[in-house]
């Protein structure tokens, strides 16, 4: 007697948990893809004067090459931060 209403309980839970899983993917409804605009680079015309530009590519590298190494400072700096961190953890 204990058996069959054992395994009627769990019947009817693994019944009504695999409809669960099955609703989830029926409510779930999926967004339409957004349009994407289409960005045009601004076009190098005889009127676009050079002083339009931003930044020429030797000012750009040279910009790159700057911010490289506050980076490369900042990394050095972190990895002495660590490495002290380190070493008082270990010699307490």
Known sequence: ???ILTSAVILAGVTLGLTACNDDEKTE???PAKQVEKAE???MTTETKKDDMDM???EALDNMKRD???VADKAVEAYDATKEAVTKAVSE
């Open 1 to 3: 007697m204990f058996r």
């Open 29 to 31: 409804t999926k967004a």
């Open 41 to 43: 680079p601004k076009k």
């Open 56 to 58: 020429t590519p030797a």
């Open 68 to 70: 490289a190494g506050k």
